[in-house]
């Protein structure tokens, strides 16, 4: 069983591409009424895809949830007994950068904390860290999909801007890099350029940036 599942969703997840926040955005009725078809038609197909490769490694199910009429400006994952549940909310199904590019590789983040591996949020947990979520989609998934570079670079912009945008953070510069080094690994959210970077570094098959991960 695969599953793609368009409704109003709303449950406290145990990994989040964002943080939780008050951040909330007006809906436009007419987005309320139908999704862009192509990003629906993109969450169906990764959907079928992952479904098949955690039912084999997990014998778990993997339900996707458009959830177009929350107006949270984020999405996230839970793991159940049984299946594995990723959430997409209305503040991103609509926000003007979103495309079927950028849910592709929101997606592949999402699906980062299961596969991703190492480091993981906790010692006995599950879920990968934000950054280590945000290497694998780059590093694999992005891949896997046969995502153009083109594609890729501008939808990795796209969706780090949405994520600075929705916590008050400083967009990414693609013309730059964040500098700073940590002295151990930051299990949080890593700062909007510090995952632009950790994307484009994964992309390139390059080493985990140092602004979120130590050896």
């Keep these: 069983m695969n599953a793609l599942i368009i409704l109003l969703f709303s449950i406290k997840g145990l990994a989040a591409c964002m943080p939780a926040s008050s951040q909330q955005v007006e809906l436009r009725k007419n987005t309320l009424l139908?999704?862009?078809?192509?990003?629906?038609?993109?969450?169906?197909?990764?959907?079928e895809?992952?479904?098949?490769?955690?039912?084999?490694?997990?014998?778990?199910?993997?339900?996707?949830?458009?959830a177009p009429l929350?107006?949270?400006?984020?999405?996230?994952?839970?793991?159940?007994?049984?299946?594995?549940?990723?959430?997409?909310?209305?503040?991103?199904?609509?926000?003007?950068?979103?495309?079927?590019?950028?849910?592709?590789?929101?997606?592949?983040?999402?699906?980062?904390?299961?596969?991703?591996?190492?480091?993981?949020?906790?010692?006995?947990?599950?879920s990968s860290t934000e950054g280590q979520a945000d290497y694998y989609s780059s590093y694999t998934c992005a891949q896997d999909l046969k995502l153009t570079s083109t594609d890729f670079y501008q939808a990795a912009f796209d969706l780090v801007s949405i994520y600075a945008e929705a916590t008050n953070d400083t967009p990414p510069n693609s013309d730059q890099m964040d500098e700073s080094e940590v002295s151990s690994i930051n299990y949080g959210y890593p700062k909007a350029q510090c995952r632009y970077d950790t994307l484009i570094s994964g992309w390139n098959k390059d080493t985990r940036p140092r602004c979120w991960f130590a050896d």
């Design 70 to 126: 929350d107006p949270k400006l984020n999405a996230e994952i839970i793991k159940s007994d049984k299946e594995f549940v990723i959430s997409i909310y209305g503040g991103m199904l609509t926000h003007p950068k979103m495309n079927s590019m950028v849910m592709s590789l929101l997606l592949c983040h999402e699906i980062g904390h299961i596969l991703g591996g190492e480091p993981l949020r906790s010692i006995k947990g599950w």
């Design 49 to 66: 895809r992952y479904q098949k490769i955690l039912k084999s490694k997990y014998r778990k199910d993997l339900v996707i949830n458009l």
């Design 34 to 47: 139908k999704l862009d078809q192509a990003v629906e038609k993109t969450a169906s197909s990764f959907s």
